[in-house]
């Protein structure tokens, strides 16, 4: 497959140029684009073959939904059955920006892009490219992660293109993402809003205009869901091909005396080491070190970029500390455990 790969300035959006690949999208093509979280891989949602090129892209189970974007809020009163106060407080707090709201669909949607569920995942990104984009095509865009099924997702136009040129139809490169981990998806079918997938918008956050907001029970364990809910909450995620292990240390000071003895015996076996960690971790490590950044907001930015490059520098074992679970440290030790298939030292 040929892919048209075209460079688009997100300052000031050539809107000839998102036409193109706007028109693509209408007609039942794929094309990746950035959004404020990372880039996504879209077709129309209201195609069933358009969604199906989807998972034929990523190499992704078809049991596993995708999430619909749209441009503008009222486009969701044609998608889903029902709209209930709790929804609207969260589209008025939070959209345009990166939360995924659960709702009861309507036939429109077909099962294809629900994952065969009787339930679609919506949001209304900020970026004004996707936005614009979607508007253009007319239609809603399903649009996972564009990566390879349970690799990192990419927030690089780097990432993207080494991975998917020739998969898709279409590339539109704008600049890294923002965010760097992928929307909070919430559910509402319940009496107690459950959060399905952490994101940048967080348990607290949500807390505050709804109350009770819990985090579902599967994501706090390793087994894998059988009938996943929404995209991200498979098991096997996030991960590349060097082996990720979490190190549950007492402070900074006892993860590099930890990491300094376990980098020791990897040489001695001919592995080549990384570690990620924070800026103010300054230690010697007899390792390659990729710097996360310092606050949750740059981890987080920085993160699946940093798990991209051990594959890139042919790392064998990386270690990476175990970051406090409140606020985003939620969504990062959850894309995290993913990627280490929960080995946790």
Request: aromatic residues 6%; hydrophobic residues 40%; negative net charge.
């Amino acid at each position: 497959m040929k892919t048209l790969i075209k460079e688009i300035d997100v300052n000031k959006p050539d809107k000839d140029l998102i036409a193109v690949f706007a028109s693509m999208l209408a007609s039942g093509k794929t094309v990746i684009f950035p959004t404020e979280t990372v880039y996504g891989l879209g077709a129309n949602a209201l195609d069933e073959e358009a969604a199906a090129k989807i998972y034929q892209a990523k190499g992704r189970p078809s049991d596993n939904p995708l999430l619909v974007h749209i441009a503008d809020k009222e486009d969701v009163y044609g998608l889903v059955e029902n709209i209930d106060d709790r929804a609207k407080l969260l589209m008025d707090k939070f959209w345009p920006g990166p939360l995924t709201i659960v709702f009861k669909k309507k036939d429109i949607i077909p099962d294809r892009t629900s994952g065969g569920l009787d339930t679609v995942a919506i949001r209304m990104p900020s970026d004004q490219v996707a936005r614009d984009l979607i508007r253009q095509a007319g239609v809603p865009i399903a649009a996972p992660s564009a990566n390879i099924s349970g690799r990192p997702s990419p927030t690089k136009p780097e990432h993207i293109i080494r991975d998917m040129d020739g998969r898709v139809d279409g590339i539109l490169v704008g600049g890294p993402c923002n965010y760097g981990v992928e929307s909070t998806i919430v559910d509402l079918s319940g009496d107690v809003a459950m959060v399905l997938r952490p994101g940048s918008i967080t348990l607290e956050m949500l807390g505050e205009v709804l109350g009770q907001v819990d985090l579902d029970p599967s994501l706090k364990n390793k087994d894998d869901n059988i009938r996943a809910k929404a995209p991200g909450m498979k098991y096997k995620h996030y991960s590349p091909q060097a082996q990720v292990y979490i190190v549950r240390a007492g402070d900074q000071e006892d993860f590099a005396r930890r990491v300094d003895e376990l980098c020791l015996d990897n040489a001695k076996k001919g592995l080549k080491t990384g570690v990620l960690t924070r800026s103010s971790d300054q230690h010697p490590y007899q390792a390659q070190v990729f710097d996360l950044g310092e606050s949750d907001a740059e981890v987080a930015k920085n993160l699946f970029d940093s798990l991209i490059s051990l594959d890139r520098e042919s790392i064998d074992i990386a270690y990476v500390p175990y970051f406090e679970e409140k606020g985003l440290g939620v969504a990062i030790m959850n894309r995290l455990k993913k990627a280490a298939g929960y080995r946790i030292i």
